[in-house]
């Protein structure tokens, strides 16, 4: 063999290795990933022995800036995230854009860097989708500890980290990422609007979620074990008396956080500036004005959730005393900041349900949303008063007690807001033509379960009851019924609702019926006892019970095994639907707004033209109401107004 055919040979063979390596994916991901890793131990190592800080192998400073920020970010620069705007940061020469990463040809191209919004909205769902598996999987070894009374499986610090990362993530990993994918792929469809208004944005907030839900998980493996202290992070017991593990929820949270402000200021500006001509607000999806508000919601409560993590975490890792009272610090001062955002989070988790519920109601009663404009006006209602509630949680905490009673009465009167949209549901139903498909039993559901929830609320927000039954099983009973009842049923009844136009195909409607069914009994018989033994004075986050508590609990154990179980309904029918279902015509609902106006699934850019709003979305049962034209329409229509 002659030296040129070796050079010929190797040649090809480096350039190709070095294409790979540096070539935004996988590949660089992982060694750019152990890079940044490498780095951040080092300059933490190099820093400690410089101002003689010792021990200068401190794990926990090292594992929070080397693992927890620095990787991560190695990770989103591997991938891509970073390509584009660090290209422009140096001055490099303007790449035309071939939308090479736009939109989705095979299912390889869910696993990249991608700027379509239909491609991170599904990303976005599975994502979602998996943590609550996980979430779920958690939530069942809690009940087999708790079949019986005594210790059966796991010792207290154990069952502790179990609950505190199943909520954690069925919270930051789930409901308010799984809304945030069903907008992402319907919201823009819904303008009239090519993308969103960011879509580099977009791909890298999708991409921030998986990070924090391996932080949250990978807590379980580090030395100490899982954080242990509750979705809440309680302070002084989170910062200073947890494992290392109560760090990785810090910083779980600050990443899950990033993530929704970023999708939360791209829907700001995608609704406020890029809706077709003759969107006018109040033509607007009530879907798009549920997201609207709660990305108000989220630009402003989001930074409160994030101080508090970071003055937590310097607690623990650099010896502050913002929490500590034996060094000054206000203990109570961690629960006003978390709940400020964390009530407000409730109708993060709600308000785009309301949306969804408001579609597919007036869809499959074939009428018109009753009080369209108090509905959208009741949305902004909770959105203001969502921030006067949040000391309702510490009336048990040591609070000043002259704030009990004004909370109480911005408590009872921000179901105001909420009764209104219940009772234009209601009537919006009334003597409408009903198709029970899956997506409307799942609103139906909702309707129930809500209604329950919001009424316990009410117990609860009445200073005489939230004593008598606070930190009981009553308020894990009340959660579930707003956040299960009403957050999750949302969210599979907009899944089945969108479904055949993400896909292209149907889904089959008596499995989507069949887990419905399975979901609201089990649903039921798992979390309404929960209210009578929280009543009796049955305590929540504790591993163990009284004896006279043990039959309900084997009861409640059961039916959650049952619940569970009703998972892999949904799952079957996703899988073997997407691959091989019927084929989805561009409308199957017979819907008015914009997204069922084009095929299934959307073109790439979504619309060849842009289309002409010209009335409501909600004009079911009207003769000749249009929501909106498209081009061949349109033309037609210049053409009938224009000739005398």
């Known amino acids: 063999m002659t030296a040129t055919t070796v050079d010929h040979e190797v040649g090809p063979r480096s350039s190709g290795a070095r294409h790979y390596l540096l070539h935004a994916g996988w590949i660089r991901a992982l060694w750019m990933t152990a890079l940044f890793g490498a780095f951040g131990f080092g300059l933490v190592v190099l820093l400690r022995w410089w101002g003689d800080w010792q021990p200068v192998l401190n794990w926990t400073p090292l594992v929070l800036v080397s693992v927890l920020v620095c990787a991560p970010l190695g990770f989103l620069a591997g991938l891509g995230t970073f390509d ?47 943590f609550f598996i996980l979430g779920g999987m958690l939530a069942l070894l809690v009940r087999a ?64 979620l998986p990070i924090a839900g391996i932080m949250m998980l990978s807590s379980f493996v ?16 989170c910062s200073t008396h947890q494992p290392l593990g109560a760090v990785f929820f810090n910083q779980g949270v600050q990443w899950a956080g990033a993530s929704s402000i970023m999708t939360a200021l791209n829907f700001l500006v995608t609704i406020i500036t890029m809706r077709a001509p003759g969107m006018t607000f ?91 404009r108090l509905m959208a006006l009741s949305l902004m209602a909770i959105v203001v008063l969502g921030f006067s509630v949040w000391a309702h949680h510490m009336f048990v905490s040591g609070m000043a007690s002259y704030l009990r009673v004004p909370m109480m009465i911005t408590t009872l009167l921000i179901a105001v807001p909420t009764g209104i949209k219940i009772f234009s549901w209601l009537a919006t139903i009334w003597e409408g033509k009903l198709h029970f498909n899956t997506p409307m039993l799942f609103a139906l559901g909702f ?129 073997t639907s997407w691959r091989s279902g019927p084929i989805a015509p561009s409308n199957p609902w017979r819907g008015m707004t914009l997204e069922w106006q084009v095929s299934s699934p959307p073109p790439i850019f979504n619309f060849d033209e842009i289309p002409q709003v010209v009335g409501s979305p909600y004009e079911y049962g009207v003769p000749g109401a249009q929501h909106a034209i498209l081009a061949p329409a349109r033309s037609k229509e210049i053409e009938e107004v224009t000739v005398p």
């Open 84 to 130: 584009y705007w660090a290209a422009y940061a140096i001055g490099s020469p303007t790449r035309p854009d071939d939308h090479s990463s736009h939109g989705a040809t095979s299912w390889k191209d869910y696993f990249k860097v991608n700027t379509d919004h239909k491609v991170i909205g599904i990303q976005y769902l599975v994502t979602t989708v998996v």
């Open 145 to 208: 500890e708790l079949a019986k009374p005594g210790t059966q499986y796991f010792d207290p610090q154990t069952y502790n980290g179990l609950f505190s990362v199943h909520a954690s993530l069925m919270i930051f990993l789930f409901v308010i990422p799984a809304f945030a994918g069903l907008a992402n792929f319907a919201v823009p469809l819904m303008l009239g609007a090519a993308d969103m208004a960011f879509p580099r944005l977009n791909a890298l907030s999708f991409w921030l």
């Open 222 to 237: 580090v030395p100490g074990g899982a954080f242990a202290c509750g979705w809440t992070g309680y302070v002084p017991l």
């Open 282 to 372: 109040w033509r607007m999806p009530l879907l798009v004005w549920a997201n609207f508000t709660t990305s108000l919601l989220v630009v402003v409560a989001t930074p409160f959730i994030a101080g508090s993590q970071f003055f937590s975490m310097f607690d623990h890792v650099m010896h502050t005393a913002f929490f500590d009272p034996g060094n000054g610090g206000y203990a109570l001062g961690y629960q006003h900041i978390f709940w400020f955002y964390s009530h407000p989070a409730v109708y993060i988790m709600m308000l785009p349900g309301f949306g969804i519920v408001s579609e597919v109601i007036a869809v499959f009663s074939r009428k018109p949303i009753f009080g369209y």
């Open 447 to 575: 309707l129930s379960m809500f209604v329950i929830g919001g009424l316990s609320g009410v117990m609860l927000g009445a200073v005489p009851i939230d004593i008598h039954v606070s930190d009981t099983y009553f308020i894990v009973a009340h959660i579930h019924y707003v956040l299960f009842g009403g957050s999750v049923f949302t969210i599979f009844a907009g899944m089945y609702y969108w479904f055949p136009k993400m896909t292209g195909r149907m889904y089959n409607e008596r499995l989507g019926k069949l887990h419905f069914w399975l979901v609201f009994v089990g649903f039921n018989l798992t979390f309404f006892p929960m209210h009578l033994v929280g009543m009796e004075g049955m305590p929540r986050r504790v591993a163990d019970y009284a004896p006279k508590f043990a039959n309900l609990n084997m009861f409640i154990s059961l039916a959650s095994f049952g619940l569970g179980a009703s998972t892999i309904v949904f799952l079957y029918n996703m899988i």
